[in-house]
């Protein structure tokens, strides 16, 4: 599946990216999946994810800058033309439920608030909603890239988040991954980071309107962990979960317990249709 028209045009006649079935779904009643990946990351990574939700038709596609669409980034891709490719996806389905990872989440949110009949409901890990006031002025994440970057450049930038959000498990990955494709990715986190467009507000938590499970990981960061709960806490459909023993990479390191939350939604959503 390609989405190529428009919804909403992030341009003119800008190429979208291209839409993947990650998995085929075995049950064709169950509501379809479409995966939103956050920065440094790529909609591949969600393959374990996607390995627990085999009943489902489950869709993914890399945002502009990152994986396939490494090309379709630039300095004119900002917040907006993020929403505006997942509201061009959702156009093409039946109100689906949307998976959105850190940033993808704030993309997946933002999508719903602009156009909420075409979203059943959303998993949204730890999203950086950063006008909240539990967001620290400064993030420490946001800190450590900058000043790699200014040692080492847009490699040494992806070098040193991969370390913090992956621990020991980066190892293998950064052995393996090419100095050039490790530079592009920096490029694009250094991008995403400074984008001035993702401190204004996207949404209003107290009037969001669709059903949302606002979901953490209980050894991320204080600042992710309690920004989730609150925004869970505002939203008129909100629901918090927490995933024991998980960091910001839950995708990652807790898979199964991940997709156990979005067949709950699912079920949730039909008990209370």
């Known amino acids: 599946m390609n989405v190529n028209d428009t919804a909403t045009p992030a341009g003119p006649e800008r190429a979208r990216p291209a839409v993947r079935t990650l998995a085929g779904g075995a049950d064709s009643t169950a509501r379809p999946v479409v995966i939103v990946h956050g920065s440094l990351d790529r909609s591949a990574a969600f393959r374990r994810v996607t390995d627990h939700l085999a009943n489902r038709t489950v869709l993914g596609y890399d945002r502009r800058g990152w994986g396939e669409s490494r090309s379709l980034g630039g300095s004119d891709v900002d917040h907006q033309a993020h929403v505006d490719d997942l509201r061009a996806?959702?156009?093409?389905?039946?109100?689906?439920?949307?998976?959105?990872?850190?940033?993808?989440?704030?993309?997946?949110?933002?999508?719903?608030?602009?156009?909420?009949?075409?979203?059943?409901?959303i998993a949204a890990v730890e999203p950086p909603v950063r006008w909240l006031p539990w967001w620290p002025a400064e993030d420490p994440w946001e800190r450590t890239v900058r000043s790699a970057a200014a040692e080492g450049g847009p490699e040494q930038a992806t070098r040193t988040l991969l370390a913090e959000l992956l621990g020991p498990a980066s190892r293998l990955h950064l052995a393996r991954a090419q100095p050039s494709d490790l530079a592009a990715d920096g490029a694009a986190l250094l991008s995403e980071m400074t984008d001035p467009t993702v401190d204004l507000p996207r949404f209003d938590p107290l009037t969001f309107p669709t059903p949302t499970l606002v979901v953490a990981g209980s050894r991320s960061a204080t600042h992710h962990r309690d920004v989730a709960r609150r925004l869970a806490e505002l939203l008129p459909h909100g629901r918090f979960a927490e995933i024991p023993g998980a960091g910001h990479a839950s995708h990652v390191s807790h898979p199964q317990e991940l997709a156990q939350l979005v067949q709950e939604i699912d079920v949730t959503e039909e008990q209370t249709r």
Do not use: C, K
Not at 105 to 111: G, T
């Open 89 to 121: 996806v959702l156009a093409e389905l039946d109100a689906p439920i949307v998976l959105g990872h850190s940033y993808g989440a704030l993309v997946a949110m933002a999508a719903a608030a602009a156009d909420p009949s075409r979203v059943t409901a």
